[in-house]
């Protein structure tokens, strides 16, 4: 099994939870180059996985907006290289994709069938990137998750706990929703299918189950480190509205996934995202 992006927050979760399947090759951005095509074809080819599992991914959603090239070769131009190269193989493609690709007006929970309309540069990167790989007819499973959080790498859970050591007061939109998603459980949901004989290909909507604003995980946050004693005290943490924190790129107010096709089809759902919480802070050592 091939893992890309194996530094990352899900990169380095995968190694753990599929070592247990056979070999994994996990490789870094030094030792495959998403945005090399040359090199990455090369590179695949010389390995030659019965899977490749793609964590690898350009996700500085702001920086996006002013070097869309950049996201494009990440995001869009290697999933496709990456799905004619797993064809080639006869392997399987997982790749990994987010509720960025939604403009985030629709009223209830978004599902598989509903009209991708990113607001971002990130976001159409991402969506391209979906396109590609079911362009190339190869073997493949597209998960759609949301709100990534792990104990490596960057992201919103460890960005609020050194925030909370710094201040005494944080202010937090509440008016974007979504569901806190750990790697850990997409990984273990990843080893668990690719465990199995046969996986049906597709898009499949994966996130925790459950909901909350940004402003609500913050709180969440501090109160489980503090339980946890990663924390003596929590912040005054204020409400504030998406227009009072202006971000060169846009974010949908509702990140909400509908899992419940993956759940038919699987039979397997990931935990309410405040026991995905609950389980990482306490195995956190920062």
């Known amino acids: 099994m091939l893992v890309t992006g194996c530094t990352g ?28 095509p040359d090199a990455l074809r090369s590179s695949v080819r010389a390995i030659a996985p019965d899977a490749i599992i793609n964590a690898a991914a350009y996700t ?35 790749h990994y994709s987010t509720d960025y690709v939604f403009d985030g007006i629709k009223a209830a929970a978004y599902n598989e069938e509903d009209t991708p309309a990113p ?14 790989i079911t362009a ?32 005494d007061e944080l202010r937090v939109v509440d008016d974007q929703v979504g569901a ?27 996130a925790a189950a459950g909901e909350t604003s940004w402003h609500g995980y913050a709180e969440a946050i501090f109160r489980e480190a503090q339980r946890g004693g990663l924390l003596d005290r929590s912040p005054v943490v204020h409400r504030i509205a998406s227009a009072d924190y202006r971000l060169p790129a846009p974010r949908p107010a509702n990140s909400r996934l509908d899992c ?27």
């Open 180 to 206: 806190p998603t750990w790697s850990r459980h997409l990984a273990d949901a990843t080893a668990l299918l690719l465990s199995r004989r046969e996986i049906p290909d597709g898009l499949f909507h994966l």
């Open 136 to 167: 190339s007819t190869a073997r493949h499973l597209i998960f759609r998750t949301s709100w990534v959080y792990g104990l490596y790498g960057a992201n919103f859970m460890k960005t609020m706990l050194r925030l909370a050591r710094e201040r």
């Open 260 to 286: 419940r096709r993956f759940r038919v089809t699987f039979g397997v759902a990931l935990p309410d995202w405040r026991i995905g919480l609950a389980d990482c802070l306490a195995d956190a050592r920062f």
């Open 9 to 36: 927050q899900l990169g380095r979760e995968l190694k753990r939870s599929l070592a247990c399947l056979g070999e994994v090759v996990a490789c870094d951005r030094q030792q495959l180059d998403l945005a090399d």
């Open 60 to 94: 500085a959603v702001d920086k996006a907006e002013s070097d869309p090239a950049a996201a494009d070769a990440i995001n869009a131009l290697a999933p496709g290289i990456l799905a004619e190269e797993a064809k080639r193989l006869g392997a399987l493609l997982i």
């Open 119 to 132: 607001l971002s540069a990130y976001g159409r990167s991402k969506l391209a990137g979906e396109r590609a």
